[in-house]
């Protein structure tokens, strides 16, 4: 078989390793799994019963225009409906603007290197190039150096992907330094500049930018938000878009009519109607990335300050090997190697019995 030659040299995305799996190959009863950031204290009660409710209407096909929903959270965001549309999880959404923005094997992505995977892999398969600036030294995205390139090459880059706070880094830019490049960037109104802000109400930065004022004055802007992690609904599929009206509609017109499950549009209404749910969702993040940083520091482990529900490490070892050994002890968390960060991995914050059993694990592999 000949395929082309994007597709043939495809890395496909490595999900986090199933903790059944983890069971079976090494023989272990318990397995703590913190390796796809996905929310510890399991979905609300109401989005449980939601399910329940609307599991006796799945011989229907779901809602095509997403009406209830796109009300509910256009109320929750604060935005007009006109302003918002949906996807598969957030990676459907970024898949779909690749698509409408980029002709293939013409124009171009830029994002950074160290970015969230998915955008190279989705303008890959879209036979759509990326450009990948560095991270700063402080594993940051470098936006001065995006601007650069968006004025080098604006003719061919039409889609900017920021993702605010970054995966696999925790790490975040600050309102000035967004605006900054934003004043830079509006000049190319063909090019959209998308936040994804994925883990934004785990963000605990006082100058982190409010994306959605942002767009009132920056019209070439747009806002990723998933359901997937504070919300803890990954298993549903969830992302939302929020852009500008123009945009949105372009997207409903490329995606396909029932891309969000019935099932999912009843769980998210219900999930953002319980302001419980979200506040101790971040409550148990933020303690436990706090009990993260007091042990990691002790142990003299290199970390970086997370704006999300997970930290990353640098263990100073190859981290395929120190992977290998947590596993055997039953702890699943992510190596990221694939975003340049040879010796790092990317723990996710857990309840705290399970950040408790990870930092043993950490503790003991390290030392031998
Ligand atoms: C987890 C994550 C997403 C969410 O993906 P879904 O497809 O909505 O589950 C998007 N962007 C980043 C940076 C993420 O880490």
């Known amino acids: 078989m000949k395929f082309s030659n994007e597709i043939e040299t495809l890395k496909p995305y490595k999900p986090g390793k199933p903790i059944a799996e983890t069971q079976r190959e090494f023989g272990l009863k318990e397995v703590v799994k913190l390796a796809s950031n996905e929310n510890p204290i399991g979905a609300s009660k109401q989005v449980v019963s939601a399910i329940e409710k609307a599991a006796l209407e799945i011989h229907r096909y779901p809602d095509a225009s997403c009406y209830e929903l796109k009300h509910a959270m256009a109320g929750y965001y604060g935005v007009s409906t006109e302003m918002m549309t949906f996807g598969n999880g957030s990676n459907e959404l970024i898949d779909l603007l690749i698509r409408l923005y980029c002709d293939p094997r013409k124009d171009k992505v830029l994002t950074s290197k160290g970015a969230f995977i998915a955008y190279k892999i989705c303008s890959q398969v879209s036979r ?121 509609g372009f997207i409903d017109r490329i ?95 857990g309840l705290p019995e399970e950040n408790k059993f990870a930092v043993e694990a950490i503790k003991q592999v390290l030392k031998g």
């Open 128 to 248: 759509v190039e990326t450009l990948e600036i560095p991270l700063s030294e402080n594993l940051r995205f470098d936006l001065l150096a995006l601007a650069k390139k968006l004025e080098a090459d604006s003719g061919s880059i039409r889609l900017v992907f920021i993702a605010n706070p970054n995966n696999p880094t925790g790490t975040y830019v600050n309102e000035s330094e967004l605006i900054e490049f934003l004043d830079i960037a509006q000049k190319y109104e063909n090019t959209l500049i998308v936040l994804d802000e994925a883990y934004n109400e785990f963000v605990r930065a006082k100058d982190y930018p409010q994306s959605l004022d942002l767009m009132k004055k920056y019209k070439n802007v747009a806002s990723l938000r998933t359901l997937s992690k504070v919300y803890g609904i990954a298993g549903l599929r969830l992302g939302v878009l929020i852009a500008q009206p123009e945009v949105i």
């Open 255 to 349: 995606r396909n009519p029932f891309n969000v499950n019935l099932l999912a549009q009843e769980a998210a209404k219900a999930a953002v109607a319980d302001r419980e749910y979200l506040k101790k969702s971040q409550q148990v993040n933020w303690e436990g990335l706090d009990y993260f940083y007091k042990e990691f520091s002790q142990m003299g482990l290199k970390y970086w300050e997370s704006q999300g529900n997970f930290v990353l490490i640098d263990c100073e070892r190859d981290s395929e090997e120190i992977n290998l050994e947590l596993l055997k002890l039953g702890l699943i968390v992510r190596p990221v190697k694939g975003y340049g960060l040879a010796t790092h991995l990317r723990v996710s914050v």
